[in-house]
């Protein structure tokens, strides 16, 4: 991933290092194993991970001037650090892919702690501000147009609701990622299944049946899931920039004073951090559909996944963590104009409130509801197209003076009644408020 977009942790996590690291792990873990049940009699240092150097430099050159391979690479790299006796025994029985599948579920294991953790703080800052606006009106469009009042703290408790949905997938694909293989070179276990299931213990994971490789319908889930998580960010993205926009201008991201929107001109203020996790996400849904394009191997493995894993998976979770990094800060400076949201309620003079009108007269005229609803459809559609108060020719219509008296229609235009059920909301969402 370029430095524009990197996240520090999540870069740690997929770093060289790292996964050499976690080669290193796994090969002790076997080795490990393999002295618990018996299989050797060779003492393992308590602190061989630490004591084995790794140095990437050295590991690179040996692959492309001699072996044209990474992991006898690595093999060749850290046996010499091993004690004499130890030596015959690192990666005996083994294939390439023990290591290197079980330490990359190791990283995709860690990554989703990290996106846990930055998908926490999200949430709070998410439900921090809606409950800071709980109680602050603005109207809710459909299809870009006005419909009925809410609350930006009813818009911001669904974006919140909808993150836990992604919490939860997110939060069972760390199950499903917690597995590791040490079964051979086709899954037929060279080294006895005891092995495997000691091993993989110590290092936190369950045994998989695998092949050489882990299946990769796991890693597809994983893809998918970010690009799910991608797609709510993209979409509160959106709507804080739809809310930007100068003739709505609702919302507005954080400008400061030495800030530039423009190199031509000077008043723009541009909603640059929503754009900029609108159009990641759009790559994190095209690495999702290379992750399923890998699902497919010949036989008991071949090469077409590797090649694409080594982009698409550090990539993918260093772009889904540098998102929700990114888009915490954006809610959290997010500057709300209230008054705004006020004024453009009133935009349409009463017409969002046709709703009320309309189920009242049906009630009272004792007219069939597609009737009553063309009625005031007829006045309605008067209203938007010649810029007229709703509630003015409502009262001057003969049509409605006769079945509705002057504060019944008035009433019809309670803000208050729109925003009786948001308790209920609330509720439902964040549970009881403490």
């Given amino acids: 991933m370029i430095a524009r977009y990197s996240h520090p942790q999540m870069m740690e996590i997929w770093s060289e290092e790292n996964k050499f690291n976690n080669w290193v792990r796994v090969e002790t873990a076997v080795l490990r194993a393999k002295v618990r049940v018996g299989f050797i009699k060779v003492r393992v240092p308590k ?16 692959e492309k001037n001699v072996t044209g391979h990474d992991v006898i690479a690595f093999l060749m790299h850290t046996s010499p650090q091993l004690t004499k006796k130890l030596q015959p025994h690192w990666h005996n029985g083994m294939t390439s892919y023990d290591p290197q599948d079980t330490g990359t579920f190791l990283q995709l ?13 999200l949430e709070a800052v998410v439900r921090s501000r809606a409950i800071e606006f ?13 419909a009925e009042p809410i609350t930006f703290g009813v818009k911001l408790a669904n974006w919140y609701d909808e993150l836990r949905r992604q919490y939860d997938r997110l939060s069972d694909m760390h199950t499903k990622l917690s597995v590791g293989k040490i079964s051979g070179a086709v899954g037929m276990y060279t080294l006895d ?12 994971l369950q045994p ?29 993205g959106v709507n804080i920039r739809t809310l930007q926009r100068t003739e709505i201008r609702e919302v507005q991201e954080y400008f400061s004073p030495t800030q530039r929107g423009s190199s031509a ?13 609108s159009g990641l996400a759009r790559v994190l849904r095209g690495y999702a559909l290379a992750a399923m394009e890998n699902q497919n191997t010949w036989d008991e493995r071949d090469l077409a996944n590797s090649g694409a894993e080594r982009i698409i998976l550090p990539d993918a979770s260093i772009l889904l963590a540098y998102m929700l990094a990114r888009l915490t800060k954006i809610i959290n400076d997010l500057v709300v104009n209230t008054q705004r949201m006020r004024l453009n309620i009133g935009l349409t003079k009463g017409l969002v409130f046709s709703q009320n009108v309309q189920s009242l007269f049906a009630a009272k005229s004792k007219m069939p509801r597609e ?39 008035v009433d019809c235009f309670d803000l208050d009644s729109k925003l009786a059920h948001i308790d209920h909301i609330f509720l439902d969402v964040f549970g009881e408020e403490k």
């Fill in 134 to 146: 709980k109680h602050s009106p603005m109207i809710g469009r459909t299809h870009g147009v006005h």
């Fill in 47 to 62: 602190n061989l991970e630490k004591k084995i150097k790794i140095d990437i430099s050295e590991i690179n050159r040996i």
């Fill in 208 to 236: 998989i049946i695998a092949t050489q490789i882990i299946s990769r319908d796991i890693i597809a889930e994983y893809l998918s899931t970010l690009a799910l998580i991608g797609g709510t960010l993209e979409k509160i």
């Fill in 109 to 121: 294991r860690d990554s989703v702690e990290l996106l846990l953790r930055l998908m926490d703080g």
């Fill in 371 to 409: 009737d009553a609803y063309r009625v005031v459809q007829e006045i309605a559609q008067r209203c938007w197209d010649e810029d007229k108060n709703f509630v003015k020719v409502l009262l001057n219509d003969p049509r409605i003076k006769k079945v509705l008296k002057e504060k019944e229609i």
């Fill in 193 to 204: 299944p005891i092995i495997e299931k000691e091993a993989c213990s110590m290092l936190g």
């Fill in 265 to 277: 001109m000077p008043h723009k203020r541009n909603p640059i951090g929503s754009e900029n996790v």
